[in-house]
């Protein structure tokens, strides 16, 4: 659930109390087992703000969040460490960092001592340089070995509850996402959870020849392919019919 203005997709849908508690509703209703807040828009060429701003967007709901939902997971997308802190300090129980720790050298002494769950994931550069030329010798080695660098320095730090999303459209071209995509199951022999996020993102629309708004269908193609590779959780705008994919291909695996 974005709290910004210009998210790619749904930005200035739910940037209001009442309509964040509404929408939270129908996440839950509708099946989703972590709610993911987000007030810093990572869109490519997305507009950065203070932490003073992120944080005035996070500290009106997360208490409201947690005292109407509580026994929901809720986690906050930030790569700030002191936005990490205080929204742990608001209820939040797991920390979702675009930059695994590249945008504050901060974030990993923070993890430690805060001892929640963290995802971390790849990004080459910033939401507002990513898409400029990203550039790769072999983007699934480079990515593996990304998260085995990023893995041993948290781990020797104490961090144990760790995930991983390897980051499809943040400094990747069209081409390397797909490389990434389906060579997914390489990550694997890292032995941690894979986070992916892929919804109504660019790398489904384009192929299609459409925009975010219709990507729903493919969004829900690529959703159920990853699961299949072993995806453990699915970010996505559209939680039914994510929960959907989850329901038809745990069956799937179990029953035939």
Request: hydrophobic content about 40%.
């Amino acid at each position: 659930m974005n709290l910004t203005e210009d998210s790619f997709y749904d930005g200035g849908q739910f940037n209001t109390i009442k309509k964040a508690i509404s929408q939270c509703n129908k996440m839950l209703d509708d099946g989703a087992e972590i709610i993911d807040v987000g007030a810093y828009s990572s869109r490519p060429n997305a507009k950065h703000i203070s932490i003073d701003d992120e944080w005035n967007r996070l500290k009106k709901i997360l208490p409201i969040i947690n005292k109407e939902f509580p026994k929901n997971i809720l986690s906050v997308d930030t790569f700030r460490s002191e936005i990490a802190k205080r929204s742990v300090e608001y209820g939040a129980d797991i920390i979702n960092d675009i930059s695994a720790g590249n945008l504050d050298p901060k974030m990993f002494d923070t993890i430690a001592n805060l001892e929640v769950p963290y995802i971390i994931m790849h990004m080459q550069g910033s939401p507002q340089n990513m898409q400029n030329n990203p550039n790769y010798n072999c983007i699934n080695k480079e990515v593996y070995h990304y998260f085995s660098k990023k893995i041993k320095k948290l781990q020797e730090k104490g961090v144990s509850q760790i995930i991983i999303d390897p980051g499809f459209g943040f400094g990747k071209t069209l081409e390397h996402n797909y490389q990434l995509f389906n060579n997914l199951e390489i990550l694997h022999n890292l032995g941690l959870p894979i986070l992916v996020g892929v919804s109504r993102k660019s790398m489904i629309y384009e192929v299609l020849e459409t925009d975010a708004k219709s990507a729903l269908n493919g969004t829900s193609v690529i959703n159920a392919l990853c699961l299949n590779k072993g995806a453990s959780i699915l970010r996505v705008h559209d939680v039914k019919e994510a929960a959907e994919c989850v329901k038809l291909i745990n069956f799937a695996k179990n029953k035939i």
